[in-house]
């Protein structure tokens, strides 16, 4: 199975949602990324990792899962970009291709250097896009092709199911 490692500050700081979101609450952006790259590991079907800088969430390496979705949180003086190194290193094989999320030039050559394929996040930002349209897309195709009801009803017991399901 592929891996997408994404350095997530970077990404929070690079896509327009998320950068104007931070400036009200970093928080909110750090969810919402994890939302979006979600969406994107279950559209894809492959394993997302998200790294995230231990400048702003001080101690201890963390690590846990949201939406099945991997969420580190670097130790105390760890970067994003020397723990995404580590991990490519000890992630890359034959039967697994390791892809890394970042602008940082520096960090893209790093990985590249470590057998592992670089992604831009405007790469990743336009593949999100993208997704997100397929998705929209495919949920209006359902709708429209799906049947009201399996047993054909009438509009006043239609009505009163939809009042009953309500609670009202």
């Known amino acids: 199975m592929d891996i997408l490692l994404v350095d997530g500050y970077n990404m929070i700081g690079a896509w327009p949602e998320l950068r104007d979101l931070k400036k009200k609450d ?11 790259m979600a969406e ?23 690590k846990y899962k949201n939406y099945k979705l991997e969420v580190i949180f670097t130790k105390e003086n760890e970067t994003a970009d020397e723990k995404i190194e580590k991990m490519a290193i ?13 602008s940082d030039y520096t960090e893209q ?11 831009s996040a405007r790469e990743l930002y336009n593949e999100i896009q993208e997704i ?7 949920m209006q195709y359902i709708q429209e092709k799906k049947p009201l009801s399996k ?15 309500r609670g009202e």
């Open 151 to 165: 047993i054909p009803l009438s509009k006043e017991v239609a009505d009163f199911f939809e009042k009953f399901r």
């Open 40 to 62: 994107y590991q279950a559209y894809m079907g492959i394993r997302v990792i998200i790294v995230f800088d231990a400048y702003v969430v001080k101690g201890l390496e963390r």
């Open 132 to 138: 997100g349209k397929n998705i929209n897309k495919n």
């Open 26 to 36: 970093l928080a909110a952006a750090r969810d919402r990324l994890i939302e979006l």
């Open 90 to 102: 000890h992630l890359t094989n034959r039967k697994t291709k390791v892809f890394v999320a970042t």
């Open 109 to 119: 050559w790093a990985i590249f250097g470590q057998g592992a394929f670089r992604k």
